[in-house]
């Protein structure tokens, strides 16, 4: 549903509350408790003829508003120009239709209590109504249902995440987490922020036994290539995006394998992982295979104003992450065939089976980077392991644990931060990708001396004289050389080349230095 989840000032008095209405679809029964409504919002009279005989019933527009906003309908402005009707029901907002307010209303006048009228009675004034339905209920009245004070949605801030479940809602902090009463929550929420499940806490005294909390806690070491540094390091990643405060500096995961194979046919468990976080938030996957980014101007259709976390699943080889940075850091540009475009900021994941060129500063300032381990594939699937489904075949044990493990999660985020380890093959995936097999090959042989000039052209002229499909002219000695650059820059021997530092040139020669990366001796 179009929700906006930018929030506005608090309120000084919460909104009106009305009381719970009995949905009725026929008249009141006598038995239960009449409604008598207030002055202010009393918006019938009866109309009497000259010899005080009943004629007809008068409406007053002003008090009808009134009683509709009573009820807790209200306009709610998502953006200039744009609004939607709502119903605020104990600091709960959910997005209503005409037809929605149309009923509750009609349901309503079968309670009302009419024994101060001589004359007039519940089907007097819904016949009223139904004879023009169109009027009563029409665009321009319902918005004028403006509210009365400003509304804050309960959001994420810096140092705490919410989430919101059937009995009641979690705060997490950096310090652990704790379910508490909807009474207790000072601003509003939306409706469909609360998931249709309870949460039960899971006391775990000691950190380690998140790892076995849950088959999707062991899932997430197996992905994790079962160590220690890497697993904290998704937990945290984990928590980024499911912690939907926006106004720090985002970034975007990028989700790879760590599998060196000539085929890319993943089905490590990216897309698992990446659905495992719709079961906590706000969820949309974007086919990454059509997406383009520069040419297709509905490329992010797919996306609502309550969307939390984007997911381009798949992006095809070469991708061009610098086509989103300001996508990442500033939030996405939604358009919709037939409706206004506007504005989402949330969080991005980016999965893909090839590697993401991700050159100079500002790349990496947008992106964390973690590699998925080869424990599953097209041989061994999460289902293969645990003999089930994910979330669909699950208990309500089993989803208390998911729950605690993606609370811990959050935790660890807020505490630490975003935690980039190392990696297991991303650089050599990314040297054969960016490169060949026949130049790492050419290179490997070469078994280069730290900071030793090499020069470029010889170095050329060798690699063309050993694989002789080369000598065709397509590869440049331009080429080359920036496969120079990124055999230094993705080695884990080598520093990143400095080009005024390490690549000279001298008597019309041309040189590049290798710089050691190992730590001086002392």
């Not at 509709?68 to 953006?79: C, N, Q, T, V, W």
């Not at 080369?470 to 820059?489: I, M, N, P, S, V």
């Amino acid at each position: 549903m179009p929700i906006q989840r930018t929030p506005v000032k608090l309120p000084k008095e919460p909104v009106k509350q009305p009381a719970p209405i009995i949905e009725k679809s026929a008249k009141q029964d006598p038995e239960e408790e009449l409604v008598e409504l207030e002055d202010s919002i009393k918006f019938f009279s009866e109309k009497l003829d000259a010899d005080g005989n009943f004629k007809d019933i008068n409406i007053n527009y002003v008090k009808l508003i009134n009683f509709y906003k009573s009820l807790g309908f209200a306009r709610y402005d998502i953006e200039r120009g744009r609004s939607i009707l709502i119903l605020i029901e104990n600091r709960v907002i959910s997005e209503v239709t005409t037809n929605e307010i149309t009923d509750k209303v009609i349901s309503f006048l079968y309670k009302l209590d009419y024994n101060n009228y001589e004359r007039l009675n519940s089907e007097l004034l819904v016949n009223k109504f139904y004879k023009a339905l169109g009027s009563y209920f029409s665009t321009d009245k319902l918005n004028r249902m403006v509210l009365d004070h400003y509304i804050d949605i309960n959001q994420d801030s810096k140092a705490e995440a919410f989430f919101y479940y059937s009995n009641g809602y979690v705060r997490c902090t950096k310090d652990g987490w704790d379910l508490k009463e909807y009474s207790k929550l000072q601003n509003y929420l939306w409706k469909d922020q609360i998931l249709s499940r309870n949460f039960k806490h899971i006391d775990v005294q000691k950190e380690e036994h998140y790892k076995k909390c849950g088959v999707f806690a062991d899932f997430i070491g197996k992905v994790s290539n079962e160590d220690e540094e890497r697993f904290k390091s998704l937990c945290s990643i984990i928590g980024y995006n499911l912690h939907t405060y926006t106004e720090n500096k985002l970034k975007a995961t990028i989700l790879t394998d760590s599998r060196i194979s000539d085929v890319a046919d993943g089905r490590t468990g990216k897309t698992l992982f990446c659905k495992s976080l719709g079961h906590m938030r706000n969820y949309c996957e974007i086919n990454g295979k059509d997406f383009d980014p520069v040419r297709d101007q509905f490329k992010y259709q797919e996306v609502n104003f309550d969307t939390q976390i984007v997911h381009l699943n798949d992006v095809r080889k070469y991708f061009n992450m610098e086509l989103l940075f300001n996508d990442i850091t500033e939030g996405i540009k939604v358009n919709k065939k037939g409706l206004q475009p506007f504005t989402v900021k949330l969080k991005m994941i980016i999965s893909t089976n090839q590697t993401i060129q991700i050159e100079g500063a500002s790349a990496r300032d947008r992106s964390i980077e973690f590699e998925f381990s080869d424990y599953f594939s097209d041989k061994r699937s999460p289902q293969d392991e645990y003999k089930h489904w994910f979330f669909t075949d699950w208990d309500a044990e089993e989803w208390a644990k998911y729950d605690n493990f993606m609370m811990y999660c959050t935790s660890v985020y807020l505490r630490i931060g975003l935690y980039q380890t190392r990696s297991i093959n991303l650089e050599a995936r990314k040297l054969r990708d960016q490169t060949n097999p026949e130049f790492i090959e050419f290179m490997t042989d070469l078994k280069v001396i730290p900071d030793e000039q090499y020069d470029k052209k010889k170095l050329f002229q060798d690699f063309k004289s050993r694989f002789n499909d080369y000598d065709d002219g397509k590869l440049k000695q331009r080429r080359f050389t920036e496969w120079l650059r990124k055999y230094a820059d993705l080695s884990p021997h080598f520093k990143k080349i400095n080009k005024e530092q390490d690549e000279t040139r001298s008597n019309s020669n041309d040189y590049i230095i290798f710089r050691s990366n190992k730590p001086a001796q002392s």
